[in-house]
Nanobody
Framework: QVQLVESGGGLVQPGGSLRLSCAVS????????MCWYRQAPGKQRELVAG???????NYVTSVKGRFTISRDNAKNTMYLQMNSLKPEDTAVYYC????????WGQGTQVTVSS
C-alpha cells in the first residue's frame, strides 16, 4: 500500500520560510499529479498547490507568488517551498494525488506566529 510521509513543518515567524517534503513509498509516484493540501483548525481541508506529471503547476490565489511546488521523480518526493509566510498559513499540511487515490499521511504542522 502506498504511504505518504510529510515533513518539514515547524514554528516560524511571519515573513519566514519553510520547505515541506512529501515522500511517497512507491515508484508509481511519477505517474500521478500530486497536490499539497492544508487544514486549519475548524476549517475544511483545502487544496493549496498542484503539480502534474510533467511539472506544470497551479496554486490557490492566496499563496501565488509565495509558495513554489516541485517534484523529483527520481526520489519519489514532492516539495513545497513556502516564503513570506503569514499567520493565516497556519495549518496541518498534507500531500496526496488529485483526485485522491492514496490514504492520507499524518501531515506536518506549520505554525506562523510571532
Amino acid at each position: 500500500q502506498v504511504q505518504l510521509v510529510e515533513s518539514g513543518g515547524g514554528l516560524v515567524q511571519p515573513g519566514g520560510s519553510l520547505r515541506l517534503s512529501c515522500a511517497v513509498s512507491e515508484s508509481i509516484f511519477r505517474l500521478y499529479a500530486m497536490c499539497w493540501y492544508r487544514q486549519a483548525p475548524g476549517k475544511q481541508r483545502e487544496l493549496v498547490a498542484g503539480i502534474t506529471r510533467w511539472s506544470s503547476t497551479n496554486y490557490v490565489t492566496s499563496v501565488k507568488g509565495r509558495f513554489t511546488i516541485s517534484r523529483d521523480n527520481a526520489k519519489n518526493t514532492m516539495y513545497l517551498q513556502m516564503n513570506s509566510l503569514k499567520p493565516e498559513d497556519t495549518a496541518v499540511y498534507y500531500c496526496n494525488t488529485d483526485p485522491i487515490y492514496f490514504p492520507w499521511g499524518q501531515g506536518t504542522q506549520v505554525t506562523v506566529s510571532s
